[in-house]
């Protein structure tokens, strides 16, 4: 009896190890002399050949497995599933096929109150995030628990997937979250310091990445935690000197999504990414004057203006009609005028959301004063006269920036302009000096 015991715990281990190393043939021949041992688990923590497979990508391995007919849902000793494994170390094959074997994406672990969706914003493995808030908007999650409640889920400790990201210091969780409704400005109660928004966790981290992403979509620099701290005081006393500087109240506010506007919440994909990257090139550009009152300067930014000569020399009536110094990459529907993504910002973007404004009035085109129903990516002729995709925000120099102070960026060209006049389409002709709009648009700089 003693042999056949050491037996069995040799084949056991030996189970367990051909899964941790993705060894299939091994796996197949032991499960096929010795069924039952699918069905076991580890000393240490219960972790079954599933949760083994997945903590470590074996996607073959976990194939058979669930082919084997093993439930996805299996428990280990802290009450974490194959997915909530597969989403912490990254396995994105993993994660697609626990999914869509039936894996529950609303179970939380006993170690912390957690999902699936707290392992990947935590770890800040955005390729799962992204599926598994995919997997949500499909699934009956969204159907019994809300989509938008599934974003914000909370832990034990009240901390949403949006907290976790921010105190780790994962831009990108953070945009994903905010994109797909997470709420910019909830509190904790036990998470960090009770009370602190994903503001205060990302001062405390000193990820400037975070608070920029944060700060573009609302967040409040004023709010406080429960022991009376805002984001500011938190980044001073961790010694983040350049986040305390965006964050002090005193310094200029940053331009804010307009996530409330219906044209804006259902853009595409490409006309989206235009307008977000314009968003976050202006307020770095505010950034660069708050910092540099304070001796702190920001990272070169990735690429260089010599970017700009690999697209063809662009003729006056491809510029944005507005500031004479950015290419039209933004068609306004249904009236089809045109404007650069900064410019068409501009029209949308404030500093600070007005929580008791319900219903935001809709941005009128500056051009024939009809109502912005959508917003899409135009289309520019290149040098052959054919059309492409837009798919650049840098600023080309024109005429008007080379030969004249105005213009220089076009938020400053909105700001010397103060209004506009009724154009034709396409024309980037004013009518006349007197055919002023009777709210003009200007921007705080």
Same mark, same amino acid.
């Given at each position: 009896?003693?042999?056949?015991?050491?037996?069995?715990?040799?084949?056991?281990?030996?189970?367990?190890?051909?899964?941790?190393?993705?060894?299939?043939?091994?796996?197949?021949?032991?499960?096929?002399?010795?069924?039952?041992?699918?069905?076991?688990?580890?000393?240490?923590?219960?972790?079954?050949?599933?949760?083994?497979?997945?903590?470590?990508?074996?996607?073959?391995?976990?194939?058979?497995?669930?082919?084997?007919?093993?439930?996805?849902?299996?428990?280990?000793?802290?009450?974490?599933?194959?997915?909530?494994?597969?989403?912490?170390?990254?396995?994105?094959?993993?994660?697609?096929?626990?999914?869509?074997?039936?894996?529950?994406?609303?179970?939380?672990?006993?170690?912390?109150?957690?999902?699936?969706?707290?392992?990947?914003?935590? =770890?800040?493995?955005?390729?799962?995030?992204?599926?598994?808030?995919?997997?949500?908007?499909?699934?009956?999650?969204?159907?019994?628990?809300?989509?938008?409640?599934?974003?914000?889920?909370?832990?034990?400790?009240?901390?949403?997937?949006?907290?976790?990201?921010?105190?780790?210091?994962?831009?990108?969780?953070?945009?994903?979250?905010?994109?797909?409704?997470?709420? /910019?400005?909830?509190?904790?109660?036990?998470?960090?310091?009770?009370?602190?928004?994903?503001?205060?966790?990302?001062?405390?981290?000193?990820?400037?990445?975070?608070?920029?992403?944060?700060?573009?979509?609302?967040?409040?620099?004023?709010?406080?935690?429960?022991?009376?701290?805002?984001?500011?005081? /938190?980044?001073?006393?961790?010694?983040?000197?350049?986040?305390?500087?965006?964050?002090?109240? *005193?310094?200029?506010?940053?331009?804010?999504?307009?996530?409330?506007?219906?044209?804006?919440?259902?853009?595409?994909?490409?006309?989206?990414?235009?307008?977000?990257?314009?968003?976050?090139?202006?307020?770095?550009?505010?950034?660069?004057?708050?910092?540099?009152?304070?001796? =702190?300067?920001?990272?070169?930014?990735?690429?260089?203006? *010599?970017?700009?000569?690999?697209?063809?020399?662009?003729?006056?009536?491809?510029?944005?009609?507005?500031?004479?110094?950015?290419?039209?990459?933004?068609?306004?529907?249904?009236?089809?005028?045109?404007?650069?993504?900064?410019?068409?910002?501009?029209?949308?973007?404030?500093?600070?959301?007005?929580?008791?404004?319900?219903?935001?009035?809709?941005?009128?085109?500056?051009?024939?004063?009809?109502?912005?129903?959508?917003?899409?990516?135009?289309?520019?002729?290149?040098?052959?006269?054919?059309?492409?995709?837009?798919?650049?925000?840098?600023?080309?120099?024109?005429?008007?920036?080379?030969?004249?102070?105005?213009?220089?960026?076009?938020?400053?060209?909105?700001?010397?302009?103060?209004?506009?006049?009724?154009?034709?389409?396409?024309?980037?002709?004013?009518?006349?000096?007197?055919?002023?709009?009777?709210?003009?648009?200007?921007?705080?700089?």
């Amino acid at each position: 009896m003693g042999q056949g015991l050491s037996c069995r715990s040799s084949e056991e281990q030996g189970f367990f190890s051909a899964v941790q190393f993705g060894d299939f043939e091994t796996v197949k021949e032991i499960l096929e002399n010795n069924s039952s041992l699918i069905h076991l688990s580890t000393v240490y923590d219960r972790s079954s050949a599933l949760h083994i497979a997945a903590a470590n990508g074996q996607i073959e391995v976990l194939s058979l497995l669930l082919d084997r007919s093993v439930k996805p849902d299996l428990l280990n000793l802290h009450k974490q599933t194959p997915l909530m494994l597969a989403a912490m170390h990254g396995k994105i094959s993993c994660v697609t096929k626990l999914i869509e074997a039936g894996a529950n994406i609303l179970m939380f672990d006993s170690v912390n109150g957690r999902t699936c969706l707290h392992y990947a914003a935590y =770890y800040g493995h955005s390729d799962c995030l992204q599926l598994i808030l995919s997997a949500a908007r499909t699934s009956q999650v969204a159907a019994s628990w809300g989509y938008s409640r599934f974003v914000n889920i909370r832990d034990g400790k009240g901390a949403t997937p949006l907290h976790l990201a921010a105190r780790q210091r994962r831009p990108e969780c953070v945009h994903m979250l905010l994109d797909n409704g997470a709420l /910019v400005c909830a509190s904790t109660s036990r998470y960090g310091f009770p009370g602190s928004t994903p503001l205060h966790l990302a001062a405390r981290s000193g990820s400037l990445d975070c608070i920029r992403e944060l700060l573009a979509w609302g967040a409040d620099r004023l709010q406080r935690d429960a022991s009376g701290r805002i984001p500011y005081m /938190v980044a001073l006393k961790n010694h983040h000197g350049a986040c305390a500087a965006l964050l002090n109240p *005193s310094s200029a506010e940053p331009l804010v999504w307009p996530s409330p506007l219906k044209f804006i919440s259902e853009l595409n994909h490409e006309a989206k990414a235009l307008l977000e990257h314009a968003l976050m090139e202006a307020n770095r550009e505010r950034e660069k004057t708050i910092l540099k009152k304070t001796g =702190y300067s920001l990272p070169s930014p990735s690429g260089s203006d *010599s970017d700009i000569d690999n697209l063809s020399e662009a003729s006056d009536t491809e510029l944005c009609c507005i500031c004479f110094d950015q290419v039209c990459t933004i068609e306004v529907q249904e009236c089809g005028h045109r404007m650069c993504a900064q410019c068409t910002l501009a029209l949308c973007c404030h500093n600070k959301p007005n929580p008791t404004t319900a219903c935001p009035s809709v941005p009128l085109c500056p051009f024939c004063r009809s109502n912005i129903v959508r917003l899409v990516a135009a289309r520019v002729k290149t040098g052959n006269d054919k059309d492409r995709d837009v798919n650049f925000t840098k600023p080309r120099k024109s005429w008007r920036s080379r030969n004249s102070s105005e213009g220089s960026s076009s938020f400053k060209g909105l700001s010397a302009i103060g209004s506009f006049g009724k154009m034709g389409r396409g024309s980037g002709r004013i009518a006349a000096e007197n055919e002023w709009l009777d709210k003009p648009l200007t921007l705080d700089t």
